[in-house]
């Protein structure tokens, strides 16, 4: 023909002497229809790589999730399984399917996996400025994509350290829902200075991250005029 020869696969072929009614075919069409299961609510955002999935289905079905089955067929109306989660953002097409392969439509579950440490976002100072006006704290705004920000694991053991590598005395605190901030015991010398935190959301996802700036507060010498 026109588009070339058919290359898909038929499940089943019913040939007829004379054109169906309406009434025929949308109950030919009925009878293929199941009804899509209910899944109960999920936790997301998660630090668990698996998810448990539940819900009701109908008799005689099985259910899949974006195509692996989870559970198999049988005749009970409840179902429960479990499906593994990718790092990030999850779209799970959870479906039913009967004995003669017919399919549900989807139901869509979004779960997100929070297996990554937040990150510096700003600060002030800005990392690798370089200043002549003396700050009097450093500030260190933390973000994550997904879940809140335990502030106080993220200044634990937190240092501010000058170039030689000594430690700068001082104190850490929370400011709002993320940002810490060091506001030192003494006025900071001029130098370079190198500020590490540990940033660190609700589920424990951690890591190590620094800035430095530079404050230069002596003016410089005169010059010599001849």
């Known amino acids: 023909g026109k588009y070339g020869p058919y290359a898909g696969l038929l499940d089943e072929v019913e040939i007829y ?21 209910t899944v109960d609510p999920v936790t997301s955002p998660t630090s668990d790589t698996t998810v448990t999935l539940s819900g009701t289905k109908a008799a005689g079905t099985s259910i899949s999730v974006n195509g692996a089955e989870i559970y198999s067929l049988d005749s009970a109306t409840d179902w429960q399984g479990r499906y593994d989660l990718q790092s990030g953002e999850n779209e799970l097409y959870v479906m039913a399917k009967d004995t003669e392969g017919h399919l549900s439509s989807p139901v ?61 005395p001082g104190t850490w605190t929370a400011s709002g829902s993320g940002s810490v901030t060091f506001s030192p ?20 996802n951690s890591a190590s ?17 001849d």
Do not use: C, H, W
């Not at 004379?18 to 069409?29: F, G, H, M, N, Q």
């Open 185 to 204: 015991s003494g006025i900071l010398a001029d130098g370079t200075y190198t500020v590490t935190v540990f940033p660190t959301d609700i589920f424990g």
């Open 108 to 168: 869509i579950v979004d779960v997100v996996l929070d297996d990554s440490a937040p990150f510096i976002s700003g600060s002030g100072p800005a990392d690798g400025s370089l200043m002549n006006v003396r700050p009097s704290s450093v500030t260190v705004d933390i973000s994550d994509a997904y879940s809140p920000i335990d502030l106080s694991a993220t200044a634990n053991g937190a240092t501010v350290k000058d170039v030689s590598g000594a430690d700068v």
């Open 17 to 37: 002497k004379r054109a169906l009614s309406a009434d025929e075919i949308t109950k030919r069409y009925q009878d293929s229809i199941i009804d899509a299961p």
């Open 209 to 225: 991250a620094s800035i430095s700036f530079t404050f230069d507060g002596t003016a410089p010498p005169a010059p010599v005029i």
